[in-house]
DNA sequence: TTGAATGTTCAGTAATTTCTGAAAGTTTAA
DNA sequence: TTAAACTTTCAGAAATTACTGAACATTCAA
């Protein structure tokens, strides 16, 4: 078996950029061909047009697997297994986020709330909890986000984004629709900030300014 | 130059997760220390707080550089750099969206765009360019998404998210605000869906189904 | 029960990435 | 100029990560 050069470009490209996403070359690899296979294949295939042993395509496949992504079918008379992605390329997408959220996002977020408890015992420790407030503050709103994001099918969020809206658009569309709290809010109404927390010791710059240069 | 055990905390967990994020664990340490410096520190100092060697640090300080994520200082009488992140927390997220979008959203898109123009050789050829095509709107789309969420600064983004808002109520707002398509929009609305492209060879689904199993 | 077909594991090896430290480069004050 | 103070570079070493392939495990038909 084998692939023709333009499917060939496709999945070594895949390949490179899936190590970004958290799983390496290979695997990456791996999962590309099923996405372009319109039939579902077995294991053998795999190693022989990724040229790759059958054991690290059987590691490959357990971690697709540990990441949800993939889908196994048996064929009467073959007691081969055969593989083929799981759901649509929405539902691959959502999957790689919430898998990254609960391997990266979610651990940073637990140590920060556990740091945040903690009494600071001097000025740069009072310091640095302002700073990791911020951003659990940011991820925590990011999370929300996203989840938010996940929740919507592919026509919904393209119909939103066909609109031709601006997000700054929408938020004015929400403020007037629930016009209780944010009076007209110009720019920096300091009751509404999470960022920038200037309850502590420090100076109430986030940043510090450099007196020199 | 010591740093306190809660600070070392952070400093080392964020070095594990900036792996994640496109850089090196020491990286990572080293950006995560000057976010909860309360001032701007030199490389001698890194080197010795991080327990690496000057060179290391020298080569950390232009990738970060190259991220476009910190900030220069200098102090009379004393010859010595000495370097902060650059901007608040907000920017630093969306610097690093911005470079990773660019360093892995943008290349992929491009070889998407010029594989999708390939006049497809067969029936497999037909059916991956589906499915990449489906990739590729789904990346574009994204990309619109995030360039617009950060257009917005961190109090706008966040009072949007404290109006309880969930994105498909966005959505139904959009469409009353913008009533001019979409009549109503009940769900799979034909002509308005850019994936799952149909107009190619192959079956109107665009995920095989397996016959058997 | 056997053995052929298949899947899994894991110790050792290979490939890749990161780090060190000495040498070379740069800047500035005198 | 010189030289001290500092930064950068990069070849080789160390650490980490990925891969192979042979041994082991499982399944199933006969």
Chains 1, 2 share one sequence.
């Not at 795999?46 to 395509?57: D, F, Q």
């Not at 083929?84 to 637990?110: C, H, Q, Y």
Request: net charge negative; charged share 25%; hydrophobic share 35%.
């Amino acid at each position: 078996m084998t692939i023709s050069p333009m499917i060939e470009s496709f999945v070594f490209h895949f390949g490179e950029m899936g190590s970004r996403w958290g799983f390496n070359r290979t695997v990456g690899q791996m999962y590309a061909l099923m996405v372009v296979s319109d039939k579902p294949i077995n294991a053998n295939e795999i190693a022989e047009v990724l040229n790759i042993s059958r054991g690290n395509v059987s590691m490959g496949i357990k971690e697709l697997q540990s990441w949800q992504l993939i889908q196994l079918h048996h064929y009467p008379g073959d007691r081969k297994e055969y593989y083929s992605p799981k759901g649509d390329i929405w539902d691959m997408a959502n999957t790689v986020f919430e898998e990254r959220r609960k391997r990266e996002v979610d651990p940073t977020l637990s140590l920060l709330r556990d740091i945040l408890l903690e009494q600071p015992g001097n000025d740069s420790e009072a310091y640095a909890q302002n700073r990791m407030r911020e951003i659990h503050d940011l991820l925590e709103t990011l999370v929300a986000w996203t989840s938010e994001l996940q929740g919507l099918n592919p026509d919904k969020l393209n119909r939103l984004m066909k609109l031709g809206t601006g997000v700054s658009k929408v938020m004015d569309l929400l403020s007037k629709a629930n016009k209780s709290s944010s009076a007209k809010s110009k720019s920096r109404n300091k009751d509404q900030l999470p960022f920038r927390d200037t309850s502590n010791t420090h100076s109430d710059s986030p940043m510090r300014d450099d007196s020199n240069d």
